[in-house]
């Protein structure tokens, strides 16, 4: 096994379990299947397409480590299968670009393509892993059906009061334990390779574009959006003063700015 949060070297199964009690312990790695070629270069902007399975250690894994029979736990999130049970589709990882789980990024960089590995992470880098897994599947179930999308948001309240809509997830939130993971890096692709979505974009990348019309006609899409989650929000509640204040007045603003730049660029 490779420990990957300091350096890398070779660590038993013995030392392995002795070790998940300290502090230190972040993640191991194991090869499950060797990939194919060098490990690629992973640079901002750099895409990584894999699937993932998370598997739930049915012990306690502080006392007893991490148990090797697949028996031994639960798979309770796989990109492979859609909604209700993951995202359905390979995952798509643009590295500096803030994804909400870093510890995913780590583990990426230290595989090579079709490569297939397993990686026991410490609960104290997986506090957003709910969060990120229901929005996956969230999507996957709008994108099942597409005529009846749901309306995600969240409240900022304790992590007690806090409830996810998925049961194997809201015990997570409850109480934090150490994951398993199974990674199975199918592309990685260089910024130069493909076509960035606008989301990827910085402000002066899209500014530079010049492309003020589409711009303009997403924006105003945008503001469409707002105005109906508006409508399903109570006034004067956290969330309706936040899409009025904030996203409303942001988006508005940004709308009014390329919609003049669109009339300088035409006259």
């Not at 306690?60 to 798979?75: A, M, T």
């Not at 105003?220 to 959006?225: F, G, P, T």
């Not at 929000?233 to 988006?251: A, C, M, R, Y």
């Not at 009014?256 to 300088?264: I, L, N």
């Amino acid at each position: 096994m490779v420990r990957l949060e300091v350096g890398v070297h070779r660590c038993d199964p013995y030392k392995l379990s002795q070790m998940l009690s300290s502090e230190q312990f972040k993640t191991f790695k194991k090869v499950l299947s060797a990939g194919r070629g060098k490990i690629p270069e992973f640079r901002v902007g750099t895409k990584a397409i894999f699937h993932y399975e998370t598997l739930k250690p049915l012990v306690n894994v502080d006392e007893e480590g991490f148990p090797d029979s697949r028996d031994s736990y639960k798979s309770i999130d796989n990109t492979r299968k859609p909604y209700p049970d993951g995202y359905g589709k390979p995952l798509e990882l643009v590295f500096g670009k803030k994804f909400q789980l870093p510890v995913f990024e780590r583990c990426l960089k230290t595989m090579m393509i079709d490569e297939i590995s397993q990686f026991d992470i410490a609960a104290s880098e997986l506090y957003t892993y709910p969060s990120v897994s229901q929005k996956l599947r969230d999507i996957s179930k709008d994108d099942m059906h597409p005529d009846n999308q749901s309306h995600h948001h969240s409240r900022c309240v304790s992590a007690k009061n806090f409830k996810m809509e998925y049961e194997v997830l809201d015990e997570l939130i409850k109480n934090p334990q150490p994951l398993r993971f199974i990674f199975h890096l199918l592309v990685v692709l260089q910024p130069e390779d493909y076509e960035p979505d606008s989301w990827q974009l910085e402000p002066d990348e899209k500014l530079a574009s010049g492309d003020y019309m589409n711009a303009s006609l997403k924006y105003r899409e945008a503001l469409n959006r707002v105005d109906t989650l508006l409508l399903r929000e109570k006034p004067g509640d956290p969330e309706w003063i936040d899409l009025d204040k904030q996203v409303f007045f942001h988006t508005y603003y940004k709308f009014s700015t390329f919609h003049f730049e669109k009339r300088k660029y035409f006259n």
